[in-house]
Structure formats: structure tokens, C-alpha cells
């Protein structure tokens, strides 16, 4: 591994050796297509309109701010499980909710919070997905039975559905020029 003198590659633990030696962007291969696969399945999902008509569907049972939230995790649920790309259950979903939060006069960071709490963090416990495949691999555990231990992946998203109906850290404006400073703070974050 390292050619410098006064070093002693038997002091290397066996598995920093294994891990360095794996095979490189090689070993990678399978990840990187699983993630080209999700963006190509989520353009075509996008271009062809199915997104909206899940969506129209799903708005007409949202009645409240907890329905609202409630939509948001299942959309972004449903994309991690359809796509299985953390970036794409954030970023279409988002791009799909954020006026219907503008008009349900909520602030920006309610849907970056359930973007996140639903979206990114569900991720790893979808076998198929890039997070899912690399965890597995670099682990040697499967996907199923790391995910009983893989609290925060799941306690995140049930947490915002109790909050989005208590109505416990949620932010609303009755000023739509707070609603679009607060959206400026995001985007400069």
C-alpha cells in the first residue's frame, strides 16, 4: 500500500487493507449505473406527465397542513421505492409541492424538512437503490437485516406526519413576502 520507509505493512489491520483494496471505480460500476438507471426513469416519469396525475390524484385528499405532509412523505417514499436515488425523492417531489405549500401559506423549510425526514433518509433501506447496494456491499450485511437497527432511516419520515397533524414546529406566514424571504435563506444555504 505504501512504499515509505519506516513503515510496516503487517501493522495494517486486515480489514483497512481489504477495504483499500476492493477494486476502485471498478468495484463501483454497479452503483454508478443503478444511479444513471434512477435520473433516465425519473426524466421519462417527469416528461410523460405520470408525476402530475399521481399528484392531482393525491391533492384531492389534502385538507389540512397534516394531509399536505402526509402527501410529501408518501410522494417522496414512492420515488425513493421507484426510483431508488435519494436525489431524485427530494427534487421532484419538492419541485412538485412547493406551490401547494406557498398557497397553504407554509414556509419553504417545512418542505425541506419533510424532503429530507421522507426522502433521503429512507433511502438506505431500499435494496435496490445506490444507497442500499453500496451499504450492503460495503457491509456484507443485507439490506433487510441491517434495517431492523437503521432507526433514523424510518422514525424520520412518521415523526413529520405526527408533527404536520399536531402542528408542532411548523412554520406558516400570512405575509407572502415571508414566505419568499424565507425561500431566498434556503437558497442561499
Do not use: H
Not at 444513471?36 to 406527465?49: L, N, R
Not at 414556509?107 to 419533510?114: G, Y
Request: aromatic fraction near 8%; proline fraction near 3%.
Amino acid at each position: 500500500m505504501v512504499n515509505q520507509s519506516g513503515f510496516d505493512p503487517e501493522s495494517v489491520i486486515f480489514e483497512v487493507t481489504r477495504l483499500v483494496n476492493q477494486g476502485g471505480m471498478q468495484s463501483m460500476t454497479g452503483v454508478v449505473l443503478i444511479a444513471f438507471s434512477a435520473f433516465i426513469f425519473a426524466g421519462i416519469m417527469t416528461k410523460s406527465g405520470s408525476l402530475e396525475v399521481i399528484i392531482k390524484a393525491l391533492m384531492k385528499i389534502v385538507k389540512r397542513t397534516g394531509d399536505l405532509v402526509l402527501t410529501t412523505v408518501l410522494s417522496c417514499i414512492t420515488m425513493a421505492l421507484v426510483t431508488g436515488n435519494s436525489y431524485l425523492s427530494i427534487i421532484v417531489p419538492g419541485e412538485i409541492y412547493k406551490d401547494t405549500y406557498r398557497k397553504q401559506k407554509l414556509l419553504a423549510k417545512n418542505l425541506s424538512r419533510t424532503l429530507e425526514d421522507s426522502g433521503t433518509v429512507v433511502v438506505p433501506l431500499i435494496p435496490w437503490s445506490s444507497a442500499g447496494v453500496f451499504m450492503a456491499g460495503t457491509l456484507g450485511v443485507p439490506t433487510l437485516s441491517y434495517a431492523p437497527w437503521a432507526i433514523l432511516c424510518y422514525v424520520g419520515f412518521i415523526f413529520a406526519i405526527i408533527l404536520g397533524y399536531t402542528g408542532i414546529g411548523i412554520a406558516k406566514s400570512v405575509n407572502v413576502n415571508e414566505i419568499d424571504k424565507d425561500e431566498d435563506e434556503v437558497s442561499v444555504n
